[in-house]
């Protein structure tokens, strides 16, 4: 496979379950990042690995915990959501350098939380 | 605080016009801008590209020009075709960054045939 995949495509879980989202590149990326997009809103920064080290969290709450295992993996571990979570989580890699090359995105998890 | 602003949510042209989408960013640090497309239950792809040391940059049907003294860059799409239409964000990032990119709420591009 090339590019980045997402998995589930579709997610519907209940405020009280746990669920992961889980992000695999395979384009030699070094970083990998966790986007969020609701509706009529811009696509927000959550969180950002660099050669499997957290760099940046931007003030996401506790319930969305991420793990990034190696370089080419990255998972979002949810859990106790609020229905004001629901969007679509997109996952991007890019190298840690991009300048001009920007982001590679997945197609995105689009997580629906009753 | 948004740094980066696509004030127009939607645009509609007809098939064969320029598009002209607009962008602001207030961040005078940004150095490299770009334009992702995204189509419905698809991941945003990258278009084109720019770095602040230039004003115009060309890609066949696309180009962007960017306007440093306005903090305002634009997409150009010439012939417009219904494939094109999609929602278009704008993103840039400042040279000591590395990687971080901040979008731009995005603008929904509709072109009729």
């Known amino acids: 496979e090339t590019g980045v995949t997402q998995t589930p495509r579709h997610l519907v879980m209940g405020m009280t379950n746990k669920k992961s989202l889980k992000c695999e590149q395979h384009?030699?990326?070094?970083?990998m990042y966790w986007y969020k997009q609701s509706a009529k809103k811009p696509l927000e920064l959550m969180f950002v690995?660099?050669?499997?080290?957290?760099?940046e969290n931007n003030s996401v709450p506790s319930r969305f915990s991420p793990e990034c295992p190696n370089s080419s993996h990255l998972f979002l571990h949810l859990h106790t959501l609020q229905p004001e979570d629901s969007a679509l989580y997109l996952c991007?890699?890019?190298?840690?350098?991009?300048?001009?090359?920007?982001?590679?995105f997945g197609s995105g998890t689009r997580l629906t939380v009753v | 605080d948004q740094q980066v602003k696509q004030n127009s949510p939607s645009l509609s042209v007809q098939e064969g016009r320029i598009s002209i989408l607009n962008c602001d960013y207030t961040?005078?640090?940004?150095?490299?801008f770009l334009w992702y497309k995204k189509y419905p239950a698809e991941g945003p792809t990258f278009l084109i590209s720019i770095s602040s040391i230039k004003d115009k940059n060309e890609d066949g049907r696309f180009t962007v020009f960017l306007n440093k003294s306005a903090k305002h860059l634009s997409l150009h799409i010439v012939p417009s075709q219904p494939g094109d239409s999609a929602v278009y964000f704008c993103a840039a990032s400042p040279n000591n960054a590395g990687n971080m990119l901040t979008f731009g709420g995005g603008t929904r591009l509709m072109v009729k045939p």
């Open positions: 961040n005078s640090m940004f150095d490299y």
């Open positions: 384009l030699g990326h070094n970083a």
């Open positions: 690995y660099n050669f499997k080290e957290q760099t």
């Open positions: 991007a890699s890019s190298q840690v350098f991009t300048g001009l090359g920007g982001y590679t």
